[in-house]
């Protein structure tokens, strides 16, 4: 019997934390592991995962299934062993898209493509604005992404909170561009994550890792371009996790010495001592 098929939003609160490269390299990652995946573009306005893709002319794009000039089935393309649903970035069409796009239109969307995949990834537009929601309402599940600084993290808390709100479960973050001195460490992310949210693991950390660029660069997904760099390493490890065949990094929950600032943080969003 096929497994039940899951869906699931990428998404974080800040803009640039690595969305879109994530919903490629890990939508590969697992198509490589055996699974069929289906990668979409949900952040409408702001398309970009054909290029980190390498595609760069697609006749047909979600925009047109948004608009009704085409089934869903004509903007499925195949690369790198996955599906690809492309959005069109046409400066042009960017008005329409933001003031027409209903929720149920992208829902219908997905229930279609989850018919006919094991595991839809959806890649969502930053913040907690209606294009977000509409991307989050879509799926089941969702995989946020924040980087290792505080205004990410509370961002990022957002976003989960939203999930909550819309009936989208999360299991726990990914942290990426990890690396830099400063950076906040896992601990005390789980920490603010656990105090604010109840449990919510890391369940991958991401290196900073030039390889990413490079492999955007070229149009090449980096797990794909350099599959022994760091952050392919770490890429692929999280696509065992979501997928059911590997444990999580770290153990959840277990109380660590955390910092000041996390220790404020955490008073300022629940009013609570942490
Ligand atoms: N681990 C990493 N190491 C180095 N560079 C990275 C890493 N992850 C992402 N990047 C780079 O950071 C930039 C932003 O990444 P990306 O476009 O995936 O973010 P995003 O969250 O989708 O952004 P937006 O909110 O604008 O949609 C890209 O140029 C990407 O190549
Ligand atoms: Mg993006």
Not at 221 to 238: D, G, Q, T
Request: net charge negative; hydrophobic share 45%.
């Amino acid at each position: 019997m096929r497994a039940k098929p899951r869906s699931i939003s990428i998404t974080s609160g800040k803009g640039g934390t690595g969305k879109t490269t994530l919903t490629a390299n890990l939508g590969v990652a697992m198509g490589s592991l055996g699974h069929d995946v289906t990668i979409l573009d949900g952040d409408l306005a702001m398309a970009n995962l054909a290029i980190v893709m390498g595609m760069h002319r697609c006749e047909v794009s979600f925009l047109d299934v948004l608009a009704g000039k085409a089934d869903i089935g004509d903007a499925i393309y195949k690369n790198y062993g996955i599906k690809v649903v492309p959005t069109g970035f046409r400066f042009e069409d960017v008005h329409d898209v933001l003031t027409k796009t209903k929720r149920e239109s992208v829902e219908e969307a997905a229930t279609e493509l989850l018919r006919q995949t094991e595991f839809l990834l959806i890649d969502a537009p930053a913040g907690i604005a209606d294009a977000t929601v509409i991307s989050i309402a879509a799926a089941r599940e969702m995989l946020p992404v924040c980087n290792p600084t505080y205004s990410s993290l509370v961002d990022c808390h957002k976003t989960v909170r939203l999930a909550n709100v819309l009936g989208a479960w999360t299991r726990g973050v990914v942290v990426n561009r990890m690396g830099k001195a400063a950076d906040i460490s896992t601990a005390e992310i789980e920490h603010f994550m656990g105090k604010t949210l109840g449990s919510m693991p890391v369940l991958a950390e991401i290196p900073e890792d030039a390889k990413v660029l490079e492999a955007e660069r070229e149009g090449v997904p980096v797990v794909v371009y350099e599959p022994s760099c760091a952050a392919s390493v770490a890429i692929n490890e999280l696509a065992r996790v979501v997928a059911g065949g590997a444990d999580l990094p770290y153990a959840p929950g277990k109380e660590r010495e955390v910092g000041e600032t996390v220790k404020r943080l955490i008073r300022a969003l629940t009013g609570r001592r942490a």
